[in-house]
T-cell receptor, first 112, second 112 residues
Framework: KAGVTQTPRYLIKTRGQQVTLSCSPISGHRSVSWYQQTPGQGLQFLFE???????NKGNFPGRFSGRQFSNSRSEMNVSTLELGDSALYLC???????????FGEGSWLTVV | DAKTTQPPSMDCAEGRAANLPCNHS???????VYWYRQIHSQGPQYIIHGLKNNETNEMASLIITEDRKSSTLILPHATLRDTAVYYC?????????????FGGGTRLMVKP
């Protein structure tokens, strides 16, 4: 069974640009969550999508957004990139209820 | 959300048991304790979880105290590949169950 797949793995963007990251959850998983990891703030929850609806949201500005498609695949978008957005962005998937949450390998974003 | 407290770092000799403590004194009755680890530059890897009984799988054992205010993750025979940051997380109940709050974790260094 394939794990959580994130693309791209590495990317470099310029300040002011926008970026879209993609996540394919484990087959059958309907919940997709996104996290940001930086050296200063650690791992922080961005948002969660379940059945194409945002179910939970962390404390991030509106420049960070996401969506989920009917096949449970998810994308997150960051607009008007700032240097501080440089981070490892992690996607995690799970099924309903108490099922274990599994993480992807992440997308490394560098903003220059 | 229930918070967790872990020592920032620990050392362990290769082949010996690594015992990683976690304090979660404000845990609620229906909240599970989860352990993940993160090897440098990779996504967090699920290790084990439990509610109130001790648990064991092929990777580790989880010992939860009777009052559930603390737990210990045990790696029975640590290897160099177990060097990682280990996160103890209290998973919220209900629809917020996929919003994980990561603390600083314990950086385990396994030494030859």
């Amino acid at each position: 069974k394939a794990g959580v797949t994130q693309t791209p793995r590495y990317l470099i963007k310029t300040r002011g640009q926008q970026v879209t990251l993609s996540c394919s959850p484990i087959s059958g998983h309907r919940s997709v969550s996104w996290y940001q990891q930086t050296p200063g703030q650690g791992l922080q929850f961005l948002f969660e999508y379940f059945s194409e609806t945002q179910r939970n949201k962390g404390n991030f500005p509106g420049r960070f957004s996401g969506r989920q498609f009917s096949n449970s695949r998810s994308e997150m978008n960051v607009s008007t990139l700032e240097l501080g957005d440089s981070a490892l962005y992690l996607c995690a998937s799970s099924n309903t209820g108490r099922n274990t949450i599994y993480f992807g390998e992440g997308s490394w974003l560098t903003v220059v | 959300d229930a918070k967790t407290t872990q020592p920032p770092s620990m050392d362990c000799a290769e082949g010996r048991a690594a015992n990683l403590p976690c304090n979660h004194s404000t845990i609620s009755g229906n909240e599970y304790v989860y352990w993940y680890r993160q090897i440098h530059s990779q996504g967090p890897q699920y290790i084990i979880h439990g509610l109130k009984n001790n648990e064991t799988n092929e990777m580790a054992s989880l010992i939860i105290t009777e009052d559930r205010k603390s737990s210990t993750l045990i790696l029975p025979h640590a290897t160099l590949r177990d060097t990682a940051v280990y996160y103890c997380i209290v998973r919220p109940a209900g629809d917020a169950g996929n919003m994980l709050t990561f603390g600083g974790g314990t950086r385990l260094m396994v030494k030859p």
